[in-house]
């Protein structure tokens, strides 16, 4: 839809609209909101279900009293070298240092001023961090963080969300300073006059011909995100002439309990489990990142494939709300023996069981896994095992932003008004699925929300006293 031209037209004002709930729009509005200005936050699902509450909850972030607390001592550039490793060097520098930076300060802001309830993660590491660093909702789950943002939104006398409101377009000036945005609320469409817009609305992984158009690889694979993460974000502001970067990222996941769509924590693979396929033998290094990784196992046979684990990481998934919920479904088998086990998962037994050897060796430092993993751990009976597939979670690229949040046109001059983050922002993973480092995106989400909040509130005051 071309960008609406009207600008004369509207139902009522407000000073920051924020487009969508997810952490980005609800950190946003709150970062506003608490620097004085008013922040309406639309979201157009009834009972909004963003990637931000599906997610793990996981936020990176160097340097926080947390950290130390449990004696880890590094810096945010720590951080902004290991998404570089992993990203091999094609994040923009700027941007990935500044937000690695604000990272510690934004961890104890939510905790400190936003009252989320957040815990350091130290039983284990995702692939590509040299530290322990992520912090998250005890229940590790998105669904807690959503929650807490949530209750300050609601709290907040100056923040309202307001949801089953789809912004189905931006009204602009003729120099395309962004004036407004149309609504659409039930069977009412508002015309919304505000001074700054914030797109928090997420990526297009939920937009089928977008997907086939920029990150083809995953269009037949499952989609694990929010199903209002459709792209219009990222194409307003293209119709704005606004500059995009990476549009072929995307960040995937190599294990989604299959047929019954349920996330199992990496951190099973990532503290020894492995992988196999219907014939029962590995097919990759499982811990190199379970965003590649999930390519390789959608190229397996009927592209699922099965981790294989033991008590020790069956305990450590416990600790995940979602692998609870996967034990109760029954997709966690369990069996004595890995004959046993291979006979519950419908694999065949005698590979298995060679497989099971080789990977013992390697774990043993007797020879050098055939994919190259070297962090194999010796497995111990009783054996698990879960059929899995691989999963589309989110898109990684958008539109370009600077330091503030602010979206940059290919002059490199912002856009006036409109501020960009989380997954409508190009992001830190470089290009296709392998740049992803766990955090790229509560990090985006999140930092982009502050920093875009703050920003606009203090763009509104300065403007007024002007
Ligand atoms: C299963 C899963 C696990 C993950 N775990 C982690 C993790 O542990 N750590 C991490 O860093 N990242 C994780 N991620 C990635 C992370 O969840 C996302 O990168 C991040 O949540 C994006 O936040 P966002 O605010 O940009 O988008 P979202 O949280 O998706 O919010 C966007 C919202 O905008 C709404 N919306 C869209 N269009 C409109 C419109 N036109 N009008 C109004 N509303 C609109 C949507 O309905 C949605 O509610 C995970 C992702 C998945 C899928």
Same mark, same amino acid.
């Given at each position: 839809?071309?960008?609406?031209?009207?600008?004369?037209?509207?139902?009522?004002?407000?000073?920051?609209?924020?487009? #969508?709930?997810?952490?980005?729009?609800?950190?946003?509005?709150?970062?506003?909101?608490?620097?004085?200005?008013?922040?309406?936050?639309?979201?157009?699902?009834?009972?909004?279900?963003?990637?931000?509450?599906?997610?793990?909850?996981?936020?990176?972030?160097?340097?926080?009293? %947390?950290?130390?607390?449990?004696?880890?001592?590094?810096?945010?550039?720590?951080?902004?070298?290991?998404?570089?490793?992993?990203?091999? #060097?094609?994040?923009?520098?700027?941007?990935?240092?500044? !937000?690695?930076?604000?990272?510690?300060?934004?961890?104890?802001?939510?905790?400190?001023?936003?009252?989320?309830?957040?815990?350091?993660?130290?039983? %284990?590491?995702?692939?590509?961090?040299?530290?322990?660093?992520?912090?998250?909702?005890?229940?590790?789950?998105?669904?807690?963080?959503?929650?807490? !943002?949530? *209750?300050?939104?609601?709290?907040?006398?100056?923040?309202?969300?307001?949801?089953?409101?789809?912004?189905?377009?931006?009204?602009?000036?003729?120099?395309?300073?962004?004036?407004?945005?149309?609504?659409?609320?039930?069977?009412?469409?508002?015309?919304?006059?505000?001074?700054?817009?914030?797109?928090?609305?997420?990526?297009?992984?939920?937009?089928?011909?977008?997907?086939?158009?920029?990150?083809?690889?995953?269009?037949?694979?499952?989609?694990?995100?929010?199903?209002?993460?459709?792209?219009?974000?990222?194409?307003?502001?293209?119709?704005? #002439?606004?500059?995009?970067?990476?549009?072929?990222?995307?960040?995937?996941?190599?294990?989604?309990?299959?047929?019954? &769509?349920?996330?199992?924590?990496?951190?099973?693979?990532?503290?020894?489990?492995?992988?196999?396929?219907?014939?029962?033998?590995?097919?990759?290094?499982?811990?190199?990142?379970?965003?590649?990784?999930?390519?390789?196992? !959608?190229? =397996?046979?009927?592209?699922?494939?099965?981790?294989?684990?033991?008590?020790? !990481?069956?305990?450590? &998934?416990?600790?995940?709300?979602?692998?609870?919920?996967?034990?109760?479904?029954?997709?966690?088998?369990?069996?004595?023996?890995?004959?046993?086990?291979?006979?519950?998962?419908?694999?065949?037994?005698?590979?298995?069981?060679?497989?099971?050897?080789?990977?013992?060796?390697?774990?043993?430092?007797?020879?050098?896994?055939?994919? &190259?993993?070297?962090?194999?751990?010796?497995?111990?009976?009783? %054996?698990?095992?879960?059929?899995?597939?691989?999963?589309?979670?989110?898109?990684?690229?958008?539109?370009?932003?600077?330091?503030?949040? *602010?979206?940059?046109?290919?002059?490199?001059?912002?856009?006036?008004?409109?501020?960009?983050?989380? &997954?409508?922002?190009?992001?830190?993973?470089?290009?296709?699925?392998?740049?992803? %480092?766990?955090?790229?995106?509560?990090?985006?989400?999140?930092?982009?929300?502050?920093?875009?909040?703050?920003?606009?509130? =203090?763009?509104?005051?300065?403007?007024?006293?002007?």
């Amino acid at each position: 839809m071309a960008i609406d031209r009207d600008t004369t037209n509207w139902t009522f004002e407000t000073d920051v609209v924020v487009v #969508g709930s997810g952490g980005c729009g609800l950190t946003a509005a709150i970062a506003a909101a608490q620097s004085g200005v008013e922040a309406l936050v639309f979201e157009k699902q009834n009972r909004p279900w963003s990637n931000t509450a599906r997610s793990g909850g996981m936020i990176p972030a160097a340097g926080t009293r %947390f950290q130390r607390a449990a004696g880890i001592e590094e810096g945010p550039e720590d951080l902004a070298q290991d998404i570089f490793r992993k990203n091999h #060097g094609s994040s923009d520098p700027e941007i990935t240092r500044h !937000l690695a930076r604000v990272a510690p300060q934004m961890v104890e802001w939510l905790v400190d001023d936003v009252g989320v309830d957040l815990v350091f993660v130290d039983d %284990f590491k995702y692939p590509g961090h040299s530290q322990y660093r992520m912090h998250a909702p005890p229940s590790r789950t998105g669904g807690a963080l959503v929650a807490d !943002l949530r *209750r300050a939104v609601e709290a907040h006398p100056l923040t309202e969300l307001i949801t089953g409101a789809s912004v189905i377009n931006l009204v602009a000036g003729s120099d395309d300073e962004v004036l407004g945005v149309v609504v659409e609320h039930g069977t009412r469409i508002e015309r919304v006059r505000t001074r700054k817009i914030i797109l928090a609305c997420n990526g297009f992984a939920g937009n089928p011909e977008m997907v086939a158009e920029y990150c083809p690889a995953m269009i037949d694979a499952l989609y694990f995100g929010g199903e209002g993460n459709t792209g219009e974000g990222i194409l307003w502001g293209m119709e704005l #002439g606004a500059a995009v970067a990476f549009m072929d990222a995307f960040q995937a996941h190599a294990s989604v309990a299959t047929p019954h &769509g349920i996330l199992i924590t990496y951190a099973l693979i990532m503290e020894g489990g492995f992988q196999v396929n219907s014939v029962g033998k590995r097919f990759g290094n499982e811990s190199s990142g379970y965003s590649e990784h999930a390519l390789e196992v !959608l190229a =397996q046979p009927g592209g699922v494939a099965w981790d294989i684990y033991d008590r020790r !990481l069956h305990l450590l &998934g416990l600790n995940f709300d979602d692998y609870r919920q996967a034990v109760e479904a029954g997709a966690i088998r369990q069996a004595d023996t890995i004959e046993d086990l291979a006979l519950e998962l419908r694999l065949p037994a005698t590979t298995l069981a060679q497989t099971l050897a080789d990977y013992q060796n390697c774990a043993a430092g007797e020879r050098v896994g055939p994919f &190259g993993r070297l962090d194999c751990r010796r497995l111990e009976g009783p %054996f698990y095992g879960v059929k899995v597939t691989g999963a589309l979670f989110h898109t990684q690229g958008g539109l370009l932003v600077d330091n503030e949040g *602010r979206v940059l046109k290919k002059d490199g001059s912002p856009i006036p008004n409109l501020y960009a983050g989380g &997954g409508v922002a190009a992001g830190l993973s470089g290009h296709g699925a392998g740049g992803y %480092f766990s955090g790229n995106g509560l990090l985006t989400a999140l930092g982009y929300g502050i920093l875009a909040g703050r920003h606009a509130s =203090q763009s509104i005051k300065n403007e007024a006293g002007a």
